[in-house]
Every structure is written in C-alpha cells, then in structure tokens.
C-alpha cells in the first residue's frame, strides 16, 4: 500500500507548484466521484495523486526515461513528446513509487488518450482531470462536471469529444486511442439514449 502523506512530499518536489494544486484537486473530485460510483477509495486515491507525477520532466528527460523504462512511444507522441506523460509516468509510478496495481497504472496510463471500454478507476481520473475544481473556466466545464456525476459514460463521449475538437482545431495530431474511445462510449451512451 502507498503512504499518501509521503508519496505527496516526493511529488512536491517533482512537480511545478501550479501541477501540484492541479493534482491535490483531481485527487478530491476524484474521490467524490469514487463515492458517487462506489469505487475503491484506495486505488481512486493512488491514481488521481500520481497521475501527473512525470508531467514536469523537462522534454529530454521524458525521451530519455521513455527509452530506459521501455515506453512504447509511436509517431504521434514523437512529435508531440508531452503526450508520452501518461505512459511514462505509469512506468514512473511503478519503478519510483512502488505501485504495483495494475488498475491504477492503467488509470495512470490512459488519463490522457482515454480508450475504449476503461475500467471505473481509469474513467474516473481521465473526468476528474478535466472537471476538477482548480481548472480555469472553459466553455464544456460546467456541462462537463453536472455530467460527471449523473452518468459516467455521458461524460466520458462529452469530455472526448470536447478533447477531439480542441485538439482538431489547434491541427495538433489526434491520437487514435481518443478516436477509438470517443467512438465506443458515443455508441454505449447513444443504446443508453442518453445523448
Ligand atoms: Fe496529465
Ligand atoms: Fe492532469
């Protein structure tokens, strides 16, 4: 089991002061979240607080461990190597804070590209980064965070393809997870006639 008082200091000194405050709010939505769908507290809690923990490495320095922690790093995240923070901090969160749960490296994992078919503990830290209270207001925010706690699959569809769009009209690469993802829960919520 992680020691969370200890596993915030070390990442206090590993993150920017802006990411900290980012990850204490993911870490309490998200735990709002793990009560609303009863969700283990535990792994909810280990995620949320590590999901970030390789986000600040400088852009070498993520090649770099991507390389010595054997990240599968593919052409779209080559080119935009900020993308690799998801992958390698799974791997980060596994050699140097000692998680071994595969729930919550996968969690970890695809907090950023989403995928299809995401366990609750996945789904959970992939909205409550987005939705989290620290988060500057942006138009789909508020829709975002009522959806949050009504249906979690709506939101998931919402917050993907909210993701795909702005990432669509920056013309910055789309990666073929968030496709693969958003196509699956719009088709989930769309038999659910939610949407
Ligand atoms: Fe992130
Ligand atoms: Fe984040």
Do not use: W
Not at 14 to 40: P, W
């Amino acid at each position: 089991m992680l020691d969370f008082i200890t596993t915030e200091r070390k990442l206090q000194s590993a993150l920017s002061i802006e990411r900290y405050i980012h990850t204490m709010g993911v870490v309490k939505t998200a735990l709002k979240m793990a009560d609303t769908f009863q969700a283990d507290r535990y792994k909810v809690q280990a995620a949320a607080l590590l999901h970030d923990c390789a986000k600040d490495y400088p852009p070498d320095m993520k090649r770099r461990f991507c390389k010595e922690f054997h990240v599968n790093v593919d052409e779209i995240m080559l080119n935009c190597i900020d993308l690799t923070h998801a992958f390698l901090g799974a791997e980060v969160a596994r050699r140097e804070y000692g998680v071994e749960d595969e729930e919550i490296l996968d969690a970890i994992r695809y907090h950023t590209t989403g995928r299809k078919n995401m366990g609750i503990i996945e789904k959970i830290v992939f909205i409550a980064d987005y939705i989290e209270p620290n988060r500057k207001a942006f138009d789909t925010l508020e829709e975002a965070r009522k959806l949050a706690f009504e249906n979690i699959d709506t939101a998931m569809a919402f917050i993907l393809k909210s993701t795909i769009d702005f990432v669509n009209e920056r013309k910055r690469p789309l990666h073929p997870l968030s496709v693969e993802a958003f196509e699956y829960y719009s088709g989930i919520v769309k038999l659910g006639g939610n949407i």
